[in-house]
């Protein structure tokens, strides 16, 4: 199969790379040519900025693809010139959305249909992945060519840019430094292990059972926030020091990385019917596998700002409360 990879080169991109040359893909992958990667020489380098739409007709001219997987449109605007340049000579086009979409609910696990958020209040972000969603719906209903959407919630592991997340965590862990935990740690956060998803993508590709449907890229189980820094603890290898914070001072916490203020779980029920998608990570095995890499490549020279941290304890000390 011949696939066209938008993005390519960060985090997601290069593990998404990587299973679809193991599945025998010939692989091209667009971007703007900036950002340093080590894909493997049998991938094709296409070079545009998906914000010049010239610069992607020039990219794309005459080129024809079995799918196209999109994992850098953020906009219609950043859509709509692809599916200009490519005309029918695609055959399907998965786009990468978010479960940030949704505009939450009581009843969980949050299921591909329930509701999405209906105008711009859940941030810009979500909102243009709706807007490129609908924009490939009625894209799909004029030319006939399939399209799928995958909404990843939180991607965790090697190579992660999101480097607040579980780098910033190991980080406090191995210098002893305590964990700020907001809410007392009870919102339920769902993750998903990036080669899990990336075996998610390359299942849907090409795949009838998936052509016009949505599905949620998660993970087989999910944490609350305590159990989240419970499971990096483990995997570094030290007893914890965990610190409730209290509500009136999780303002304070502007980079905090997760959902404070509701569960986010969502199903796999459809995924796992339509895409037979087996993830091989749950919580634990996923956060020592990334914690192994952050070990690798990041460990001896990885530093991180606490005085986001320290401003935060001051105030509690001030209170008695630390």
Known sequence: MRTLVLGGTRFIGPAVVRELLTRGH???????????????KAVERLTADRDDRDAVQRALAGRTFDAVLDLSGYTVEQVQPVLDALGERLGHYVFTSSTAVYFGNAIYPIQEHDRLMPDERGGSYAWGKILGERLLAQWSQNTG????????????????NGLGREPS???????????????????????????????????????????????NGVGPDYASLRGWFL???????????????????????????????????????????????????????????????????????????????EAVLAEMRKRGAA
Not at 176 to 193: F, I, K, M
Request: charged residues 20%; aromatic residues 12%; contains cysteine.
């Open 26 to 40: 010939q692989v091209a992958v667009l971007n703007r040519g900036v950002t340093p990667s080590n894909l493997p």
């Open 145 to 160: 060519i399939p399209y799928s959407v995958i909404r990843p919630a939180y991607v965790y592991g090697p190579g992660t």
């Open 169 to 215: 965590h190991f980080y406090r862990l191995e210098h002893g430094r305590p964990l700020l935990l907001p809410t007392r740690g009870v919102p339920l956060a769902h993750l998903v292990h990036v080669d899990d998803l990336a075996q998610l993508y390359a299942q849907c590709l090409g795949n009838p059972r998936s052509y016009c449907q949505t599905y």
């Open 231 to 309: 499971a990096m603890a483990e995997a570094v290898g030290v007893e914890p020091t965990i610190i409730n914070v209290p509500d009136d001072l999780t303002p304070m916490m502007r980079s905090f990385p997760y959902q404070t203020r509701r569960c986010v779980v969502y199903s796999l029920d459809k995924v796992v019917r339509d895409l037979d998608y087996r993830p091989r990570f749950d919580t634990r095995s996923g956060t020592a596998d990334s914690y192994a890499w952050y070990k690798r490549e990041l460990s001896a020279t990885f530093t991180w700002d606490l005085s986001e941290d």
